[in-house]
C-alpha cells in the first residue's frame, strides 16, 4: 500500500522517542531508511508517495529502492519577549539538511 510521502516521513519522526517512564528524552535523531518513492498526478496536482520496500530482495518487477536520511533535532522555544519583537527564533522553525 502507498502513502503520501510526506505522511511516511512524519511517521518515521514521531516514532523517534524514549522509551516511557524512562526519564529520557531525544534532543537529537538521525535516521536512515530504505524508500520506494512514486510521484502521481492527483486532482491534476503533483503528490509524491513513499513507503519502506516490499521486500528486501531484488526483483524486476519492483521499484527501486533509494535510501532516505532524516535528521531531527530539538530546538528550544524563544523567550516570549524576543518572540513578541521579532528578533527571536521561536519554536516550530525546522533545521533541514540537502
Do not use: N
Not at 18 to 25: D, I
Not at 55 to 72: C, Q, T
Amino acid at each position: 500500500m502507498w502513502y503520501e510521502l510526506a505522511d511516511t516521513l512524519i511517521a518515521v519522526v514521531e516514532s523517534v522517542q524514549a522509551p516511557p517512564g524512562s526519564g529520557l528524552y531525544v534532543k537529537e535523531a538521525e535516521v536512515e531508511m530504505p524508500l520506494e518513492v512514486l510521484g502521481a498526478v492527483r486532482k491534476g496536482e503533483l503528490i509524491f508517495y513513499g513507503s519502506p520496500p516490499h521486500s528486501r530482495w531484488k526483483a524486476g518487477v519492483l521499484p527501486p529502492v533509494g535510501m532516505g536520511r532524516i535528521h531531527v533535532e530539538l530546538v528550544e522555544a524563544a523567550p516570549a519577549a524576543a518572540a513578541q519583537d521579532g528578533k527571536g527564533e521561536g519554536a516550530g522553525e525546522a533545521h533541514r539538511e540537502q
